[in-house]
């Protein structure tokens, strides 16, 4: 019986990762170009997108019901969402740490901001009350539009005091805040008669709005946690790199802090401080995971594969040679810490209403080594690894210790975070840079250059 | 090749004396005016009260002072984090629990010399019981340096910190088990009783049932022991380093190992030591801490540790006398912001105050600066 039970967790580990290969293969499929008459067609993408419906319905299959049987029950199905969101997070810092070598412990901190956000903009919605989702989508694109105009006016000039240019941001931010809440004020009475109230669900409450106010929380939480890392990360990004982390997980104890005393020193008495949110509307489903998943993947991986990563990978190799090849490394510090925490906003936003509860003890800073555990795991600088490694990671450790140890007796699913850091050692031990090292897979792996002979036979072709 | 693009946008340099150069350090002061401000006005208004918040600082910040010693000469020593540290801290007081409760350590010297003055008994009492803690705390610690850190010395750094992280989780979740610490809060009995006196025209005892006179400040004989030990500690710790054979070696393995190796000094016996004496500090500060805030329980290291943490980065990681004064710091901090901020936020209060001295001092108050990349 346990036997069984483990070689059926095992299957279903490898059946995962399994997926997760074929998706990144179908991904970057690449087809030569078919020449029909005097047309060329190129049809890669085409069989791309194709491969990313047909690998969503797989799971969706599986997901569906057939007179009472499922292949993935609710539990998996869970894990499944968990996997997404910490895929999320975890790229993100990968990108942060693993790509542009800022040691940053304040992921989960951003994580936490992401998932806050999104989950009150949706509560707030389902109880009648628009605010939540104007305020936030509001301030968040006002504050977009002010740092984007106070960077214009920055950018003539030079010696600019690191401190200076933080303070005009704040400044800004705050403004556009206050303007964002009157906003929300003065259009709450336009909305609010369309929501009703929970017992009375208005016409924009209804399940397809609803999915739309769904997206638009994940979105905006998302840009509000990549907001405030550009805020944070301006000043702090200047320190050295231990400083660095030490200062971002100074970040996400605070973070931590205020989550705690949200309904006493922020005024948001729905977040119910340290007691935790209950009564975030469940909205995660597959097709909203896995579109956010994937389109995180997307984005990371055209990021990584540009000159803009090509960048970024320069700073974590030699700051002063990447400065000397005319590189920004200030900017791209910033650009990657910004763009790696958006990720963990919308990575918060997912798990936010997946799990349909939010504690601040989900967010605090021992959990959240995590993700620095998922991408060292994985490999620094890989992001299959990291994919591979989050997927892993939540269904080895939520999935079958859990299972396992809850078969042997109720007292041992304790034991599992005693199992988990002696795997980690030894994991370390064996192998330090990590599972994968640097290796990826299908879509995630660089572009073959041409050969130099291809280019000078063409040149002479042409001339 | 075109690469000068034809609209250049005319480049201004911001002198340093302009408005837009001072706007940074405008902020700055106006924060700390307003720190000023609120502490002078309670220091004004009830100036027992804040001399008794300054001392209970005193006593936390001693405490931590113990604690990031152990922090500072570790990544002094091998720039590791050494996140296990502050469970090191945990057991010491564990271990200091089960030798009062179970073995009744504590009475020994009564038991063996009945005629000893209750005084010296307790005392002796006392100092076995740190040394039990502090033996086993260095055997602890000198096992996770030989086991988990030292395959890892050639490693990439983050693969030695990952396996701090987990030697931490490790000693956290299995003293979590119900069989071995449990989750629950234990009561810790005291090895010896609290006095405590009050300072109002002079030092007078406090007597049971007795009320002290209004205006008055309080302390008693714990917070003496740890002020104590604390600066005994420190003063060992500097005539060690700079005074003693093994200390020139831990300074020369701290400066270059290789070179360090090639004098004929036994690196690896350095390192373990280094491990060792911050080990031994936790232990003590760990039973010092159970003392003087009697309840203890498996996670009571992960805060304490972060924050000794926290102060060895505010003074200056590497710094002995850095540690020192960053505990210091943040022991007032903790007790202050507590006191006449707000209670619930001091711990992100605390964590402000490092991430503002991080951004005016990059490498803390006594730290150097950071070498440039050979």
């Not at chain 1, 959990?367 to 600088?381: A, D, E, K, Q, Y």
């Not at chain 2, 340093?16 to 208004?45: D, E």
């Not at chain 2, 001693?62 to 002094?76: D, E, N, Q």
């Not at chain 2, 036994?266 to 232990?283: E, L, P, R, W």
Request: hydrophobic share 55%.
């Amino acid at each position: 019986m346990e036997l069984k039970s483990i070689l059926f967790s095992l299957v279903k580990i490898i059946a995962v990762i399994a997926y997760l290969y074929g998706l990144l293969w179908v991904l970057g499929v690449k087809v030569p170009v078919i020449k029909v008459g005097s047309r060329k067609l190129n049809i890669s993408l085409l069989l791309n997108a194709v491969g990313a419906v047909v690998a969503f319905y797989v799971i969706q299959l599986a997901l569906t019901d057939f007179n009472g049987f499922k292949l993935l029950n609710s539990f998996d199905s869970g894990l499944l969402y968990q996997a997404c969101s910490m895929t999320m997070v975890a790229l993100g810092l990968n990108l942060i740490y693993g790509f542009n070598g800022q040691f940053s412990l304040g992921q989960w901190g951003f994580y936490g901001i992401g998932a806050y956000a999104a989950a009150d903009v949706t509560f707030r919605w389902m109880n009648g009350d628009s605010r939540g989702l104007t305020v936030l989508g509001i301030g968040v694109i006002l504050g977009g539009l002010t740092i984007l105009l106070i960077r214009k006016f920055l950018s003539n000039l030079r010696r600019m005091p690191v401190l200076s240019s933080f303070t005009l941001y704040l400044i800004g931010a705050v403004i556009a805040g206050v303007a964002a809440v009157f906003a929300g004020k003065f259009l709450a009475p336009f909305i609010d008669p369309y929501l009703g109230n929970s017992l009375e669900p208005g016409v924009l409450n209804q399940s397809f709005p609803m999915s739309i106010v769904f997206f638009f929380a994940v979105v905006f939480g998302g840009i509000f946690a990549a907001e405030v890392s550009f805020l944070f990360g301006l000043p702090v990004l200047s320190l050295g790199s231990d400083y660095f982390g030490i200062a971002t997980l100074g970040f996400s104890i605070v973070i931590y802090t205020l989550m705690v005393n949200s309904d006493t020193i922020l005024p948001f008495p729905e977040m119910k401080g340290g007691r935790g949110m209950i009564g975030i509307p469940k909205l995660t489903t597959w097709p909203w995971a896995f579109f956010f998943m994937l389109t995180v993947i997307i984005i990371m991986r055209n990021i990584i594969r540009s000159s803009t990563g090509r960048s970024i990978i320069s700073v974590r190799e030699d700051e002063i040679a990447a400065r000397s090849m005319g590189i920004d490394v200030a900017e791209t510090k910033l650009m990657s810490f910004v763009v790696g925490s958006l990720f963990a906003g919308l990575g918060g936003g997912v798990y936010a209403h997946y799990i349909g509860f939010l504690s601040p003890n989900a967010f605090d800073f021992l959990v959240g080594f995590n993700p620095l555990i998922i991408i060292v795991f994985g490999g620094l600088g890989s992001m299959t690894g990291t994919i591979t490694a989050a997927f892993g990671w939540i269904f080895f450790l939520e999935g079958m210790l859990r299972e396992i140890l809850g078969k042997i007796s109720p007292e041992a699913p304790s034991w599992r975070y005693v199992l988990y850091p002696l795997t980690l050692l030894l994991l370390m031990l064996v192998r330090p840079q990590g599972l994968l090292g640097n290796i990826e897979w299908g879509f995630l792996k660089a572009k073959i250059t041409p050969l130099r002979n291809n280019e000078t036979k063409e040149g002479v072709k042409t001339a | 090749m075109q690469s000068v693009s034809k609209h250049q946008k005319p480049i201004t340099i911001v002198s340093p004396n302009s408005f837009l150069a001072w706007i940074g350090k405008f902020l700055l002061i106006l924060l700390g005016l307003l720190a000023l401000y609120v502490l002078a006005k309670n220091l004004i208004a009830k100036p027992s009260l804040f001399a008794q918040n300054v001392l209970d600082g005193l006593k936390l910040g001693f405490v931590y002072a113990l604690i990031a010693l152990g922090y500072t000469m570790v990544y002094g020593i091998v720039k590791l984090i050494n996140f296990a540290h502050g469970d090191v801290f945990m057991v010491g007081a564990f271990v200091s629990y089960f030798a009062i409760e179970n073995l009744g350590l504590h009475v020994w010297p009564m038991v063996v010399f009945p005629n000893i003055t209750p005084m010296l008994g307790s005392i002796l009492g006392t100092i076995s019981v740190i040394l039990l803690a502090m033996v086993i705390c260095v055997l602890l610690a000198i096992t996770i340096e030989r086991v988990a850190y030292k395959p890892l010395r050639d490693a990439p750094r983050i693969a030695a910190l990952i396996t701090a992280i987990g030697v931490s989780f490790f000693l956290e979740y299995f003293g979590l088990l119900q069989f071995v610490f449990s989750a629950r809060f234990i009561s810790y009995k005291r090895p010896f009783e609290e006095v405590t006196w009050y300072i109002n025209d002079g030092i007078h005892a406090i007597e049971k049932g007795v009320a002290t006179p209004p205006g008055s400040i309080t302390f008693s004989n714990i917070f003496v022991i740890i002020i104590v030990a604390t600066v005994l500690a420190q003063i060992f710790l500097q005539y060690l380093v700079r005074k003693t054979k093994i200390g020139i070696a831990m300074r020369a393995t701290s400066f270059d190992k290789p070179t360090a190796r090639l004098m004929g000094i036994n690196v690896d016996q350095v390192i373990s030591f280094t491990f060792g004496i911050g080990a031994a500090f936790a232990a003590l500060g760990g039973v010092l801490f159970a003392i003087a805030y009697p309840s203890i329980r498996t996670l009571m290291g992960v805060y304490p540790g972060l924050k000794a943490f926290v102060a060895a980065v505010l003074g200056g990681i590497g710094s002995i006398p850095g540690a020192f004064v960053g505990a210091l710091i943040m022991g007032q901090a903790e007790s202050l912001t507590a006191s006449y901020i707000s209670t619930p936020m001091r711990d992100a209060i605390a964590f402000s105050i490092l991430i503002i001295v991080l951004l005016i001092r990059p490498t803390g108050i006594f730290g150097e600066p950071e070498k440039e990349k050979a």
